[in-house]
């Protein structure tokens, strides 16, 4: 009488999970930002939002391509594959003009886009 041994397969599921579990959230953006912190809570997410982000130098991104002020809107509209209720994500870099952020958001509210988000560093205590 022969028995599966499942112990091998559960060992490697749980190494597996383990390392998809640190990856997964270095795989969002590849744009580098210092977001600044916030004791606002983890949003649940179900789908990819798409993300923009802005540098400190006014750089604006969508996604990982970098994009004028004056294309942002159409390029959301090109991307958007739910139309207007697609979630839109705002990076800002903490260190970026404050003036420019709110243009980018204006923009895309003004386009349509309802649906926004900031992104921000869970805050540390201590």
Same mark, same amino acid.
């Given at each position: 009488?022969?028995?599966?041994?499942?112990?091998?397969?559960?060992?490697?599921?749980?190494?597996?999970?383990?390392?998809?579990?640190?990856?997964?959230?270095?795989?969002?953006?590849?744009? #580098? =930002?210092?977001?600044?912190?916030?004791?606002?809570? !983890?949003?649940?997410?179900?789908?990819?939002?798409?993300?923009?982000? &802005? %540098?400190?130098?006014?750089?604006?991104?969508?996604?990982?391509?970098?994009? #004028? =002020?004056?294309?942002?809107?159409?390029?959301?509209? !090109?991307?958007?594959?739910?139309?207007?209720?697609?979630?839109?994500? &705002? %990076?800002?870099?903490?260190?970026?003009?404050?003036?420019?952020?709110?243009?980018?958001?204006?923009?895309?509210?003004?386009?349509?886009?309802?649906?926004?988000?900031?992104?921000?560093?869970?805050?540390?205590?201590?």
């Amino acid at each position: 009488m022969s028995e599966i041994n499942v112990t091998p397969f559960v060992d490697v599921m749980l190494v597996l999970l383990i390392i998809f579990m640190v990856a997964a959230p270095l795989l969002t953006v590849g744009v #580098p =930002i210092d977001l600044p912190e916030s004791r606002a809570s !983890a949003l649940n997410s179900d789908t990819q939002p798409i993300t923009v982000s &802005i %540098r400190d130098g006014g750089e604006i991104y969508i996604q990982e391509t970098q994009i #004028p =002020i004056e294309e942002v809107v159409a390029k959301l509209e !090109a991307i958007a594959q739910t139309g207007y209720d697609e979630r839109i994500y &705002i %990076r800002g870099d903490q260190k970026a003009d404050y003036g420019t952020i709110m243009q980018v958001m204006g923009r895309i509210n003004e386009a349509g886009f309802h649906n926004l988000g900031l992104v921000t560093l869970q805050e540390k205590d201590g």
